[in-house]
């Protein structure tokens, strides 16, 4: 008999976790580099396979069910003997040169992340941490080895390198249109909720209504954490995001989403992700990661366009 059988998958335990100790769905998702979507369907996965709910969710916050919390703390202590024991057995080996990338969630989770395994192969010997942060890490300062940044290139007192460009279009769900599918002109965009990230510079939607001379001063607005929050927020119908293309292709090939302006995009030379480094010699770990990632990105660059 299979003493393990009515173990869970342990991707919803880790995301149960997660949640658990952050009483987050959205931190939980940046903590672990995937979508909101992706902890709430483990999250719920794990209730399924329980028999009834571990949370209680509320308009802006949950809580533990009193069964959630009991197991909770089970979940909990199980997964630190897990990593006690693994701390224990790496141990005994040679540690291996780890690097710090400081980064966005959203870059780490719809771009970075699925094709990492390509690194991991070609360099077994470097070890990856992912720390991400909507603010800039102190890269002059050694807070992280580099950083991969989205913006148009404003940061002092360091090293920047273009990573690729981004173009800019408005994208929805289909569903918000209804019938409709695409807008007459630019300007219909005033109808419904814009979807906004956090960003000490905002630029995007500026960037976009000076390109199709729209003006978007009576636009109603929803501001929200991070780029997969609003991305999260605009599958599910609740508004118009601005569509960072090279990160949402995948989407929008799915037709997850749509662009209700048709082609009117806007890219500019400024636009797009870049490397952060410090201006120091780069160690050999970050030297060649900073080769691979930009060789990854110019080739599907090349292959798109």
């Known amino acids: 008999?299979?003493?393990?059988?009515?173990?869970?998958?342990?991707?919803?335990?880790?995301?149960?976790?997660?949640?658990?100790?952050?009483?987050?769905?959205?931190?939980?998702?940046?903590?672990?580099?995937?979508?909101?979507?992706?902890?709430?369907?483990?999250?719920?996965?794990?209730?399924h396979a329980l028999g009834g709910p571990l949370f209680v969710r509320r308009t802006r916050a949950i809580a533990f069910t009193p069964r959630g919390q009991a197991y909770y703390?089970?979940?909990?202590?199980?997964?630190?003997?897990?990593?006690?024991?693994?701390?224990?057995a790496r141990g005994a080996?040679?540690?291996?040169?780890?690097?710090?990338?400081?980064?966005?969630?959203?870059?780490?989770?719809?771009?970075?992340?699925?094709?990492?395994?390509?690194?991991?192969?070609?360099?077994?010997?470097?070890?990856?941490?992912?720390?991400?942060?909507?603010?800039?890490?102190?890269?002059?300062?050694g807070d992280v080895d580099l950083a991969?940044?989205?913006?148009?290139?404003?940061?002092?007192?360091?090293?920047l390198v273009k990573l690729m460009p981004e173009c800019l279009a408005?994208?929805?769900?289909?569903?918000?249109?209804?019938?409709?599918?695409?807008?007459?002109?630019?300007?219909?965009?005033?109808?419904?909720?814009?979807?906004?990230?956090?960003?000490?510079?905002?630029?995007?939607?500026?960037?976009?209504?000076q390109a199709q001379r729209v003006d978007l001063s009576s636009a109603r607005t929803v501001h929200l954490h991070d780029y997969n929050i609003v991305i999260e927020a605009a599958l599910a119908g609740q508004g118009i995001a601005m569509g960072r293309l090279r990160l949402i292709q995948p989407l929008l090939d799915a037709g997850a989403l749509v662009p209700p302006a048709g082609q009117a995009d806007c890219q500019d030379e400024n636009t797009g992700w870049w490397l952060v480094l410090p201006r120091s010699a780069l160690p050999a770990p970050a030297a060649a990661f900073c080769q691979w990632i930009q060789a990854q990105?110019?080739?599907?660059?090349?292959?798109?366009?």
């Open 1 to 47: 008999m299979d003493p393990f059988r009515h173990l869970p998958p342990l991707m919803t335990l880790r995301a149960f976790e997660a949640v658990g100790r952050h009483l987050s769905f959205s931190r939980a998702a940046e903590e672990l580099f995937v979508t909101q979507g992706a902890i709430s369907h483990q999250v719920r996965k794990l209730e």
């Open 148 to 159: 991969i940044r989205y913006g148009r290139g404003h940061w002092q007192g360091v090293h």
């Open 170 to 209: 408005p994208v929805c769900a289909p569903a918000l249109l209804g019938r409709r599918r695409r807008f007459k002109s630019p300007g219909e965009i005033l109808r419904y909720p814009l979807l906004v990230s956090h960003s000490r510079q905002p630029f995007e939607w500026d960037l976009w209504s």
């Open 297 to 305: 990105a110019a080739r599907e660059h090349m292959a798109n366009a």
């Open 73 to 88: 703390q089970h979940v909990r202590a199980a997964l630190d003997l897990l990593a006690q024991a693994s701390r224990q």
């Open 93 to 141: 080996h040679a540690a291996a040169p780890q690097l710090k990338i400081g980064l966005l969630a959203s870059f780490a989770a719809r771009w970075l992340v699925p094709r990492l395994p390509a690194f991991t192969q070609a360099h077994p010997d470097i070890g990856l941490q992912l720390v991400p942060d909507i603010g800039l890490a102190d890269v002059a300062a």
